[in-house]
């Protein structure tokens, strides 16, 4: 893909916007237990779609750094590092885990369709076993439990947001809104 002096910035205008999206994801909130219901995986996943790992990890990275000094981005309006640490402390940190992963899928030539499925919903297993081996040990539960709690009640939503991530990440390439990708 062509690229020209203005492509860095334009890469760094859309790294520093899928962190504001993903605090954004964050304001949909849903408390049913230890982990809540939120959006924050759908802008995960599209920051890895529409930005590739590296940076798709930088916009994640970027989130959290925003959230540890302070910043009440994580789900419920929370904030701080000892938030990080807490029960919900494994997904936000596989956030950059699946926007790695979900980042395989983009190519110069865009995010295929089998791309993005299958990078997409590996990238969510990921996060969903980070998630729910630091939510048993945080708060000393059995397999089955952090199952209960972490993965079960999110699954078919996962794979709903996974998916609308996978159509809104080839509209947004479709559209010629992306810098390019390497
Ligand atoms: O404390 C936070 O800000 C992180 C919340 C993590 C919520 C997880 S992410 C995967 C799963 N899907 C959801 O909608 N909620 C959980």
Redesign the pocket.
Known sequence: MKTTPLTDIHRLTWTALMAALIAAG?CVNLPIGP???????FFVALAGFVLGPRRGALAVGLYLLAGAVGLPV???G?SGLG?LF?P?GG??VGFAAYAIIAGLARTDDGISWARGFVFGILGMVL??LM?AAWLKFSLNLTWTRAWALGVAP?LL??LIKTSLAVIAGRYLVRAGLLPASA
């Open positions: 964050a982990v809540p219901v939120s959006m924050q995986t994580f789900a419920g929370r938030h807490g919900t997904f936000l996060l969903f998630g999110f939503w996962g």
